[in-house]
């Protein structure tokens, strides 16, 4: 039985609108280990669920998301740029995906989106809602600013975190304990062998992304990775059941 996680990237991304609801409880459904979303505040400092800074890309409506209030994001439509049967779809805040996955067994990879806006005190006030639905053991937080995860150990070195990075980095493992974190979340081009072989001397996990393609999966598992973070959580599967 191979062991290797499967993250849901923003949810069942492959076949569902991204960092939604539906995409989540797909992943669920699909039998994914975790899943992946992005974190960003609303004007009135409210954590929703979307990648980008701007809502252009992925739903109906323009601006930043900082701009909107959560009520004004609500209203906006974000399922129908993927399909249309998804036109109900809408940018969850934080506190409703934590909500739900109280009562599923599932990991999640919380990744801040504090490098293009510094959201103020992003950090604390996702600290404070893991902490007040009690899942700081099934959390990691990522962030491609590092000086974000130095702040999440500052307020609160039980929760893991995760460096996120696109750069062919040497010994990233010894450059990731400089910032207190446990895991390395590394682009898949530069998840080479020397990477593994020294994280796991390190005892460190690395979980590429995003991995979508079979063959991409089918190495990485047998190469030792300890999760893979994939937007094809049920291709995902049937690869390693096939194991």
């Not at 130095?150 to 307020?155: G, S, Y």
């Not at 998840?191 to 020397?194: K, R, T, W």
């Not at 796991?200 to 005892?203: D, Y």
């Not at 300890?226 to 094809?232: N, P, R």
């Given at each position: 039985m191979n062991n290797t996680q499967i993250f849901a990237h923003r949810g069942s991304a492959g076949t569902h609108p991204e960092n939604?609801?539906?995409a989540f409880e797909a992943a669920l459904l699909a039998g994914a280990d975790g899943i992946e979303l992005d974190v960003q505040l609303t004007q009135d400092g409210?954590?929703?669920i979307i990648h980008d800074e701007t809502v252009n890309r992925t739903t109906n409506g323009e601006g930043w998301v900082k701009d909107f209030t959560l009520n004004e994001l609500k209203k906006l439509d974000a399922g129908s740029w993927f399909d249309p049967k998804f036109t109900d779809a809408t940018i969850p805040s934080l506190e409703?995906?934590?909500e739900w996955i109280t009562n599923t067994p599932l990991l999640i990879n919380i990744e801040l989106k504090s490098g293009v806006v510094r959201y103020p005190s992003i950090e604390k006030i996702v600290l404070d809602a893991i902490s007040s639905f009690k899942l700081k053991d099934r959390v990691i937080i990522s962030s491609f600013n590092h000086y974000s995860l130095?702040?999440?150990?500052?307020?609160d070195p039980a929760v893991e975190t995760a460096i996120l990075f696109m750069e062919g980095l040497y010994e990233p493992w010894k450059y990731?304990?400089?910032v207190n974190a446990k895991g390395l979340h590394c682009y898949l081009p530069v998840?080479?062998?020397?990477l593994f072989q020294g994280a796991?001397?390190?005892?460190m996990p690395v979980r590429p992304f995003p991995v979508n393609e079979e063959k991409h999966m089918l190495s990485l598992m047998k190469g030792g990775s300890?999760?893979?973070?994939?937007?094809?959580p049920e291709k995902a599967l049937k690869v390693r059941d096939s194991l």
């Open positions: 939604t609801m539906d409210i954590p929703v409703e995906v934590l130095v702040e999440v150990n500052r307020l990731a304990k400089t998840a080479v062998p020397e796991a001397k390190a005892e300890s999760a893979i973070i994939t937007d094809w």
